[in-house]
């Protein structure tokens, strides 16, 4: 590695969206120490989900389950209630806006920020190496740090899209991330969307407020979408241990009984649900490899589409949408993406049950594919850096990183690596449920204090 200066630090954190920026929180509550923040954003804390400047991104989780710190429930709607003037109990049920909680997890953590002992670095970790005492982490700018340990909190990696485009220019494929290029697409475009989940409901929503005239398409192989959170809904009553025995689909068939159970009883099929969301990591550790197998072939999309749901007013918007024809959403597997001799883009693809393939010709393509579970499909040069070198290993059916239940990432021997940790989306393989706010603050605050343990342990 060439670097421009080395510099060394006791942890470094790479990636400094909500998990990365609450770890150096926490890690500098507990004891002094040099941490650097690797970001290159420049800001800690908003990372992919709270960059965006956009008023109608909402929040999928109401405002009542957004704190930052498991032991202060309260903390997110005491700040949205301080901006907005009102009582907290008045916003409990809102989906506040994605932008508002970016600046809440930005305060939270201003305070070390601000503090002399992080240092912020406003680039990308390209390169991590073992070096005996530690690791050499290679960064984009040319710099170099040294740490002791070293937390990667990577987020989603982005996907791809599943075709690559041939002979199209540059700004033909948007990526549905980039926000302010979703908000600069030309109202008149058609514009075609790859993929339906929350991704495709943001790039909706934008085009939506930007008052957008042309045709408007979204494609996935199953053609489903989020469906949308019920006001007033509460956790159904009753455990999960019914559950934890059975295999994919036997749970599947209690859990519509389940939902057949809270509707005729005056709730709604979301009680059910809700009823699962604090076990879903203990559902998904108590099946087989074979059993997770049969979940990802069969089960995923429709897990996805009821529990990772919408704000109900976005769902309105979007059912409003569909129902004037404004916006199609098609099932069917993309097969090529090419221009026109006129400079537009031709979607070869099949509809889903159909024997023939069928054409669309349209302005712009969003790729709104979310994210990349795979790890060895991951791009930059880090993540493969560490699987080449035996530092990681695939987690479980190939999904992020094979972690200890505390986090610490497993080698290629299986054996926990010597300061080396994860949490987030890189442990989705492990646990399943692991990206979101409520999972990520508790495995934020017990990381650092795994990590600091092992610190002054190797002291
Ligand atoms: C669009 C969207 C909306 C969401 N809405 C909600 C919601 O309403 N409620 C909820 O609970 N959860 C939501 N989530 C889930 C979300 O994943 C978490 O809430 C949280 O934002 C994840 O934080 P993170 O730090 O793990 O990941 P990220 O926010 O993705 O942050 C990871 C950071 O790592 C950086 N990075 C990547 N590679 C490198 C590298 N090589 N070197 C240095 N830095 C690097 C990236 O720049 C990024 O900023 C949403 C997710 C998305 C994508």
């Known amino acids: 590695m060439t670097g421009l200066?080395?510099?060394?630090?006791?942890?470094?954190?790479?990636?400094?969206?909500?998990?990365?920026?609450?770890?150096?929180?926490h890690l500098l509550?507990?004891?002094?120490?040099?941490?650097?923040?690797?970001?290159?954003?420049?800001?800690?804390?908003?990372?992919?989900?709270?960059?965006?400047?956009?008023?109608?991104h909402l929040l999928n989780v109401n405002a009542a389950r957004m704190?930052?710190?498991?032991?202060?429930?309260?903390?997110?709607?005491?700040?949205?209630?301080?901006?907005?003037?009102?009582?907290?109990?008045?916003?409990?049920?809102?989906?506040?806006?994605?932008?508002?909680?970016?600046?809440?997890?930005?305060?939270?953590?201003?305070?070390?920020?601000?503090?002399?002992?992080?240092?912020?670095?406003?680039?990308?970790?390209v390169e991590l190496q073992a070096n005996g005492r530690g690791y050499a982490i290679g960064l984009a700018d040319g710099g170099m740090l040294t740490a002791r340990t070293v937390?990667?909190?990577?987020?989603?990696?982005?996907?791809?899209l599943p075709v690559?485009?041939?002979?199209?220019?540059?700004?033909?494929?948007?990526?549905?991330?980039?926000?302010?290029?979703?908000a600069a697409i030309d109202p008149a475009d058609d514009v075609a969307i790859v993929g339906a989940g929350l991704s495709m409901v943001d790039t909706l929503l934008t085009l939506l407020a930007n008052g957008h005239r042309g045709g408007i398409v979204a494609m996935s192989r199953h053609g489903l979408m989020p469906l949308s959170h019920a006001p007033g809904t509460q956790p159904q009553?009753?455990?999960?241990?019914?559950?934890?025995?059975?295999?994919?689909r036997a749970r599947m068939r209690l859990l519509r009984q389940w939902a057949a159970g809270a509707q005729a009883e005056g709730g709604r099929w979301q009680d059910a649900l809700e009823r699962l969301r604090p076990h879903v990591q203990t559902l998904w550790q108590a099946?087989?490899?074979?059993?997770?197998?049969?979940?990802?072939?069969h089960a995923v999309r429709l897990w996805d589409t009821h529990r990772h749901r919408i704000a109900p007013e976005v769902g309105d918007r979007i059912a409003a949408m569909r129902a004037d024809g404004r916006f199609r959403l098609h099932a069917?597997?993309?097969?090529?993406?090419?221009?026109?001799?006129?400079?537009?883009?031709?979607?070869?693809?099949?509809?889903?049950?159909?024997?023939?393939?069928?054409?669309?010709?349209?302005?712009?393509?969003v790729n709104a594919t979310g994210t990349e579970k795979r790890v060895d499909r991951a791009g930059g040069s880090l993540l493969p850096a560490l699987l080449a070198q035996g530092l990681a290993r695939p987690g479980p059916h190939g999904i992020g990183l094979d972690t200890s239940p505390a986090g610490q990432v497993l080698g290629a021997d299986g054996a926990p690596v010597a300061g080396l940790w994860t949490l987030g989306a890189l442990r989705t393989g492990t646990l399943w449920e692991s990206v979101a706010m409520p999972e990520l603050r508790g495995q934020a605050a017990r990381l650092a204090e795994a990590a600091l343990a092992g610190l002054e342990a190797s002291h």
């Open 332 to 365: 069917g597997r993309l097969e090529a993406i090419g221009s026109t001799s006129d400079g537009r883009l031709r979607i070869d693809w099949h509809p889903r049950g159909d024997t023939r393939g069928a054409q669309m010709t349209v302005d712009r393509i």
């Open 29 to 56: 509550a507990l004891r002094d120490l040099r941490v650097a923040l690797v970001e290159p954003r420049g800001v800690a804390g908003r990372g992919a989900a709270y960059s965006t400047a956009r008023p109608e």
């Open 151 to 160: 937390v990667l909190a990577l987020g989603n990696l982005p996907a791809a």
């Open 67 to 125: 704190s930052a710190f498991q032991d202060v429930p309260d903390d997110f709607l005491a700040f949205l209630a301080a901006r907005r003037g009102v009582a907290p109990a008045d916003l409990a049920g809102v989906f506040a806006q994605r932008r508002d909680y970016g600046a809440y997890l930005e305060d939270r953590v201003a305070a070390v920020v601000d503090q002399a002992a992080l240092d912020l670095r406003t680039t990308s970790a």
């Open 237 to 248: 009553p009753g455990g999960v241990e019914a559950l934890l025995p059975l295999g994919v």
């Open 5 to 25: 200066s080395i510099d060394t630090v006791d942890i470094a954190i790479l990636g400094g969206g909500a998990a990365g920026a609450l770890v150096a929180r």
């Open 287 to 297: 099946w087989s490899a074979g059993e997770q197998r049969r979940f990802l072939r």
């Open 164 to 182: 690559p485009v041939r002979d199209a220019g540059p700004d033909a494929v948007v990526e549905a991330w980039d926000y302010e290029a979703i």
